[in-house]
């Protein structure tokens, strides 16, 4: 039993609880898996609009390139740097301020003397920057290859480039150009403004910026370059300048102050979720330098803007600009994957519940079995024994008489009686054998007939009776004096009472007295009602039912010394359901069994 136990818990459930652990790692993964994908579609959108502001910029970059190459086409690009920032003022309107620097230092255009106060405001901002008397910290967009910048670790300079190149911080002063004479400027690692909660890196909390500030001089990040957008930080506001320069004069380098809110405005005409599917889903929005909104494709939508669920830089040309998206509903992916786990949480402790259940079924049965089993092989036993015993004494009994050597009448007879009853207890034992072979088998045919009850009674005690007042018992005897009717098998029913009268015989102890009664009862249906009693020691308590099972022996041979098969009772009940009756045991007042035989009664 236990190792059956043991190979169950081993080949069963144990198998079972790992793959249920599977599953729910799988799940986990899944999940995993699931929200992967959720976010690289987001951030694909982030990508779509970060490409389209940047592919926007260099647009205005050519254009920019085609109005110098307009204004250089009729005239000498000296005269056309003299008069830039006016004729680049009038012609483009994305121009706040037109600038035209050689590279030798020498500064053309705006004028200190015929400009307004933008020209006055850049030239005291910019000049000493674009003539390159001194570096600056910048980002910009052109070619890196062309100028030599070695990359190393730093800290957020954003807030140092915002604090105006007037004073650059002293962190990214020691490499600066001013005191390297061969040209090297620092290039300085920056954190983002915002912090998405998924990163392309994946868990990585740190989130470092792509965009990188250097400290460089105007000559310095032109190189070999011809044109490109070189953007900085002056008292917290972005600056932002194209530069050209074209084949007629790489000498001279033309450029412009971009007019930061007009420029915004043609970006906000690309912030726009696509595919249009994931409207419902997510907000995107443009970002500025200060993690601000400057456009979003849901008005009324609000949140940490600082923490979008994916982000995009826009890159150099708009450091710290992002695309940012957020979700509308960041419940739903947790509560989708939570109705998720739950469901399979809940399948797996159901399954892992039925397997157990399962299993309990099996163990009960098996010991079922097993009890079986034992109760078959103590029948082979016991029946042998209750063979051998009447076979015995028939043998004895007959050898003596044989021999010749009893000559006294008296003891002869006795003998002859013995002989008799023996025969008639192993007739009675084989009887039940067969019987309860058949009924098995479902062969046990009945032969119906209406007959009396009370006389079938009478017939059986009277014949029994010589066997239980030789063994010195005093039997009584109850019956009506009218016939009681039942549709039955006399033969069978007198089975019923020879077995009942049998035990009240064998299980009788000190009192050796035993009574029949037949009664007629009208409740609950007519009915006629057998009560065979003993004064025994009545059937132990919790055993009343198990008695009728097959095999089942309340009082076992070796501890009573009593001989008996398990099936009597087994017998007895089975021959009175197949009547439409029943048998059963209820104990008898003052002490002893009443076993009860009820059959319906048969209509007069
Ligand atoms: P057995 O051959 O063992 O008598 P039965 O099916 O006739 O088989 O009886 C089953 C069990 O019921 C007996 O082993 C005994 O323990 C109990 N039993 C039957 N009749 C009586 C009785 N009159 N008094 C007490 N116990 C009884």
């Known amino acids: 039993m236990k190792k059956v136990a043991l190979v169950f818990v081993l080949a069963v459930f144990v198998p079972s609880l790992v ?5 729910v790692r ?6 995993f898996v699931l929200e992967r994908q959720q976010s690289l579609l987001y951030q694909g959108v982030a990508d779509s609009v970060a490409r389209e502001a940047s592919a926007l910029l260099a647009e205005h970059q050519r254009e920019f390139a085609r109005q110098i190459e307009a204004l250089l086409a009729d005239k000498k ?30 500064c053309y255009a705006p004028s200190q003397l015929f400009g307004g106060p933008e020209a006055h405001r850049f030239l005291l901002d910019n000049e000493r920057f674009l003539t390159s008397r001194e570096s600056v910290q910048v980002f910009w967009d052109s070619p890196k290859n062309s100028i030599n910048l070695p990359q190393s670790e730093g800290k957020n300079q954003k807030q140092a480039s915002e604090e105006g190149s007037d004073a650059p911080q002293a962190a990214a002063k020691p490499d600066s150009y001013a005191n390297n004479p061969a040209g090297r400027a620092k290039e300085q690692k920056l954190t983002r403004n915002v912090e998405p909660q998924q990163t392309q890196q994946g868990a990585s909390k740190q989130t470092w910026s792509k965009t990188a500030v250097s400290e460089a001089e105007f000559r310095q990040l032109i190189g070999a370059s011809t044109e490109g957008i070189v953007a900085r930080f002056l008292q917290n506001k972005l600056n932002v300048m194209f530069w050209y320069r074209s084949p007629r004069d790489p000498q001279i380098v033309f450029g412009a102050l ?5 420029l915004v405005q043609g970006l906000s005409d690309l912030v726009k979720v696509e595919p249009e599917s994931l409207r419902d889903e997510i907000c995107v929005a443009l970002l500025d330098d200060s993690a601000r909104v400057v ?8 949140t940490n803007w600082k923490r979008p669920f994916v982000a995009t830089e826009i890159g150099e040309a708009l450091p710290h600009w992002e695309a940012a998206v957020y979700l509308l509903n960041p419940a739903r992916l947790t509560r989708s994957a939570q109705t998720l786990k739950l469901t399979l949480g809940l399948l797996i402790a159901v399954l892992v519940l039925a397997i157990g259940a399962g299993g309990w079924l099996i163990v009960l049965d098996l010991k079922r079995q097993l009890t079986l089993a034992r109760q078959k092989t103590d029948f082979v036993s016991n029946v042998s024994h209750e063979l051998k015993t009447p076979l015995t004494s028939i043998r004895m009994f007959s050898e003596l008489l044989a021999d010749g050597r009893v000559t006294d009448r008296e003891k002869q007879r006795s003998y002859f009686n013995i002989i008799t009853s023996e025969t008639a207890r192993l007739t009675r034992l084989i009887n039940n054998v067969l019987d ?3 009924l098995e088998r479902g062969d046990k045919k009945y032969n119906f007939a209406k007959c009396d009850l009370a006389d079938v009674v009478r017939e059986t005690v009277e014949s029994y009776r010589p066997h239980l007042e030789a063994g010195g018992f005093k039997l009584e005897c109850d019956l009506p004096a009218s016939p009681l009717f039942v549709k039955g098998d006399r033969d069978a029913l007198a089975q019923i009472l020879v077995n009942l009268l049998s035990n009240a015989g064998k299980y009788s102890g000190e009192r050796k007295e035993a009574r029949v009664e037949v009664r007629r009862q009208s409740q609950p249906l007519a009915h006629v009602e057998v009560r065979v009693l003993d004064r ?9 039912e ?29 021959i009175a359901r197949g009547h439409g009756g029943d048998v059963s045991y209820e104990p008898r007042q003052a002490g002893g069994s009443c076993f009860v035989l009820r059959v319906p009664a048969s209509p007069i």
């Open 295 to 302: 456009s979003k494709t849901r008005p009324a939508f609000q």
């Open 536 to 544: 025994g020691p009545g059937v132990p308590k919790g055993c009343e």
């Open 26 to 31: 799988s799940l986990r993964d899944q999940q």
């Open 19 to 23: 793959l249920a652990w599977l599953a």
């Open 77 to 106: 690009p000296i005269e056309v740097a003299r008069s830039f920032d006016e004729r680049l003022r009038k012609d483009w309107p994305l121009a706040e301020v037109g600038f035209a620097v050689s590279l030798d230092g020498t």
């Open 546 to 574: 198990k008695i009728f099972e097959q095999f089942y022996r309340a009082h076992d041979s070796l501890s009573s010394g009593i001989q008996g098969s398990g099936l009597g009772l087994t017998l007895a009940r089975q």
């Open 258 to 262: 971009v007019n930061l809110p007009r």
């Open 436 to 438: 309860f072979s058949r």
